[in-house]
């Protein structure tokens, strides 16, 4: 079992950064998506990151901006988000799977709350 609880989201204009965090605990070795879902729209697939941290891959739209990384001593992952766009605003969520990197967000075992991140023109 696998408790993930995300924080970090706010409130920011155009071109400002932002880390989320996703402070886990239970159950070791998994990977790590992020995942965001804007109003009337599908979830979608961010960021993973492997257990050692060793593999990520990102989605285009977020590719050169985003950064996901991982530190297993504490439990914790983080995603670091530059140059943020108004696109960019969603509900961002935190998964884990024991398993392979997947962009699938059915194949995630565990999910947390969400966080919101708001970016302003």
């Known amino acids: 079992q696998v408790q993930l609880v995300e924080s970090g989201g706010g409130l920011v204009q155009a071109g400002a950064s932002l880390r989320l965090t996703c402070a886990a605990s239970?159950?070791?070795?998994?990977?790590m998506g992020w995942f965001r879902q804007a109003p009337g729209k599908e979830r979608a697939f961010v960021a993973v990151?492997?257990?050692?941290?060793?593999?990520?891959y990102y989605a285009d739209s977020v590719k050169g901006r985003f950064t996901i990384s991982r530190d297993n001593a504490k439990n914790k992952g983080y995603l670091q988000m530059e140059s943020l766009k108004p696109e960019d605003t969603a509900v961002y969520y935190c998964?884990?799977?024991?398993?392979?990197?997947?962009?699938?967000?059915?194949?995630?075992?565990?999910w947390g709350q969400g966080t919101q991140v708001t970016v302003s023109s």
């Open positions: 998964a884990a799977r024991r398993g392979p990197l997947t962009t699938r967000a059915g194949e995630y075992d565990y």
């Open positions: 990151i492997n257990w050692a941290g060793t593999l990520t």
């Open positions: 239970g159950q070791a070795f998994y990977s």
